[in-house]
């Protein structure tokens, strides 16, 4: 039996969702809204101690952390490998999805709430806005929750977002280069299902041109969106009301973006 606890928008939850309809694995659903504070409920951060999605648990155990999670599901369910035989091609896996994880995945965060939700919070009352960001457990990742929300693209922690995000399509580029299909071997992986939400993530916020502007990493995301797995992963978990809103409220401070995007 597996389990899975998750939220169609996190990215996190979308790269281990990916691997699980890779894998034709059947999963239980547990959907967890993170905009309600569900993750920071007592009986949740019993499984998950860090207030995150997603969590596996895999007949009654309890895996956390989306990469570790992912290698967790090659080797459980080696029938289609995620991972490249060669060593070289797997440490190069590796790589990129540590990078991912240590540089990308944090500006998420920051690009997200301060361009997508950023209206919704504000419209809250000032207490609620508080309340949700005092029960962030890292200091730095409240910190700059609180400063995105407040100054939006002008935020400090925006500049390095954003080209933490623009450095993640050029190493895309290179290694999808001298016909490299995939970027860590010559199949689909781990480090595809890594990448993909945070590709997705600057379509969401109308950031389209940039990756237009690498046509290898255009040609990646349209093959991925193709394959069998995307459609239950992803496309079918996306709400397109809020897909819509994100949309909009980036088209609303597009200038300050491109400008930004320009600048680096």
Sequence with gaps: MLELYHNAFSS???????????????????????QSGQQHDPEYVKLNPNHVVPTLVHDGRVLIESTLVNEYLDDAFPGVPMRPADPVERHAMRLFVKQIDEKVHPAAGVVTYGIAT????????????????????????????????????????????????????????????????????????????????????????????????????????????????????????LVEPIVAMFRRNAEAVRGELEALVASL
């Excluded at 290179?174 to 600057?202: K, N």
């Excluded at 502007?213 to 992803?234: H, I, M, N």
């Design 12 to 34: 996190c939850s979308q790269k281990v969702r990916l691997v699980l309809a890779e894998k034709g694995l059947d999963w239980k659903s547990h959907v967890v809204d993170l």
């Design 118 to 237: 950023r209206p919704m919070v504000l419209a809250q009352p000032p207490g609620q806005r508080e309340k949700a960001w005092s029960e962030i457990p890292d200091p730095a990742r409240r910190a700059a929750r609180q400063s995105v929300v407040e100054h939006g693209v002008a935020a400090p922690e925006m500049r390095p977002a954003v080209a933490a995000f623009m450095a993640l399509l050029d190493r895309m580029e290179t290694a999808l280069g001298d016909g490299r299909p995939w970027i860590a071997g010559p199949d689909f992986g781990l480090a595809d299902a890594c990448a993909l939400p945070y590709v997705l993530r600057l379509e969401h916020l109308a950031l389209d041109a940039p990756i237009a502007a690498r046509p290898r990493t255009a040609d990646w995301l349209a093959r991925l969106k193709a394959r069998p797995c995307y459609g239950p992963a992803v496309e079918s978990q």
